[in-house]
């Protein structure tokens, strides 16, 4: 059974600072993984999807990695800005979708 | 392309209560999805629908819960006897049918139906 764990839990950050949400699964067997932004009460909007063959992609200030052999991946988020609070969920993708518990992020003014 | 969407947005009701929510996907979508999210942790699976057949249906989706697809368009998903540990926000996602580019494709989340069972 596939597990998605996200490390941290939560992140508090003053504005401006570079920052890094890990994401680890158990299974390599995937089609993509996905990075997805939460906010209080809402749906989900997607940010990145990193294909199985891919190693990065990248959008505006935000850049995902995937390690699929050791079952990795991390969202860097550059310049963090108030703007960026909310909870950041990691999916992986194989027929369904796999999701981590989120990391909760407050960018401080 | 109007989106996913889900009704209602909000629903509060007394434990021991039916309720029934409505999840419409983008019109050419065959396949459907919905999945669960309680307070502080991701959407977890509950079940999915090619067409009006349910294909899948997770051990997380007790007797208590019964969803359908009757025309292959919009599903529901009805829960009886509802209890406090129902409350949980239950979203709906769709997506084209098989074959796809596996590398890229993905699913598309509604805005989800907020339960609070009192």
């Known amino acids: 059974k596939q597990e998605v764990t996200q490390i941290p839990a939560a992140l508090s950050v003053p504005e401006g600072e570079n920052l890094v949400l890990n994401c680890s699964f158990t299974?390599?067997?995937?089609?993509?993984l996905q990075w997805f932004r939460q906010d209080p009460g809402k749906g989900l909007t997607s940010l990145l999807l990193?294909?199985?063959?891919?190693r990065e992609q990248t959008s505006g200030r935000l850049n995902a990695s995937l390690d699929k052999s050791s079952g990795r991946s991390t969202l860097y988020i550059a310049a963090s800005q108030p703007g960026d609070s909310a909870t950041y969920l990691c999916?992986?993708?194989?027929?369904?979708?796999?999701f981590g518990s989120g990391t909760k992020l407050n960018v401080k003014p | 392309d109007t989106g996913v969407s889900q009704d209602p947005r909000h629903k509060i009701t007394k434990r021991g209560q039916n309720v029934t929510f409505r999840c419409d996907p983008i019109?050419?979508?065959?396949?459907l999805y919905w999945y669960r999210q309680t307070l502080g942790q991701g959407p977890e699976f509950l079940t999915y629908?090619?067409?009006?057949?349910?294909?899948?249906k997770s051990r997380l989706l007790s007797d208590r819960f019964s969803a359908e697809r009757p025309k292959g368009s919009f599903s529901t998903l009805e829960i009886q006897r509802t209890e406090q540990g129902d409350s949980a926000m239950y979203l709906c996602?769709?997506?084209?049918?098989?074959?796809?580019?596996?590398?890229?494709?993905?699913?598309?989340f509604g805005p989800g139906t907020r339960l609070l069972v009192l």
């Open positions: 996602a769709s997506r084209p049918s098989p074959p796809w580019d596996r590398g890229v494709e993905t699913q598309y």
């Open positions: 299974d390599s067997a995937i089609y993509n």
């Open positions: 990193i294909q199985s063959s891919q």
């Open positions: 999916a992986v993708n194989f027929n369904k979708f796999y």
């Open positions: 019109s050419e979508h065959n396949r």
């Open positions: 629908f090619q067409n009006e057949a349910q294909l899948e």
